[in-house]
């Protein structure tokens, strides 16, 4: 039987190595001058992978344990990493509307239309809000998350 703190590294590892894929799908994003559904998709063929790397330990090891170990660190790394789902959950309600209205303007296949985007929607200002928001925020509860639970690992597995 795998030990606890093999377990527990191994979450850890998943958990850290999700980041750079947060980081260079943020990058993609950032640096496209124009969002084609190329860039969209080569986007998410780095975000999709960094999300499975962290939820698969959230899911499959730490809500399972978290009842057995409820404390005061436990429970605010809990609230943390909760934060940082509903902040993307969030963001996901701003992006399929604005996914939905640049494919009904053609802007996906069509990038070169002089369109300003919050003339497609009367919504669209809303919608890129909450998506900015949203993902400002899983970030910043990610990494406090992140952060502590390192330091959770630390003292509970190594020192």
Not at 91 to 120: C, F, H, M, S
């Amino acid at each position: 039987m795998v030990s606890e703190t093999a377990i527990a590294t191994g979450a850890a590892l998943m958990v850290t190595a999700s980041f750079p894929f947060y980081i260079y799908g943020a990058w993609i994003m950032i640096d496209a001058e124009t969002v084609t559904w190329g860039v969209l998709t080569y986007h998410l063929k780095f975000i999709v992978p960094g999300l499975v790397l962290n939820t698969i330990p959230v899911v499959g090891w730490m809500i399972p344990r978290l009842f057995n170990q409820f404390g005061g660190l436990a429970a605010l790394h809990a609230v943390l990493g909760l934060q940082a789902y509903a902040l993307l959950v969030f963001a996901l309600t701003g992006i399929v509307r604005i996914l939905q209205v640049k494919r009904e303007a053609d802007l996906y296949d069509n990038p070169d239309q002089d369109v300003d985007l919050d003339d497609l929607h009367e919504n669209m200002g809303a919608w890129r809000g909450r998506l900015r928001i949203g993902v400002f925020g899983y970030v910043l509860f990610w990494i406090f998350a992140w952060v502590l639970g390192i330091y959770r690992y630390v003292t509970g597995y190594i020192v």
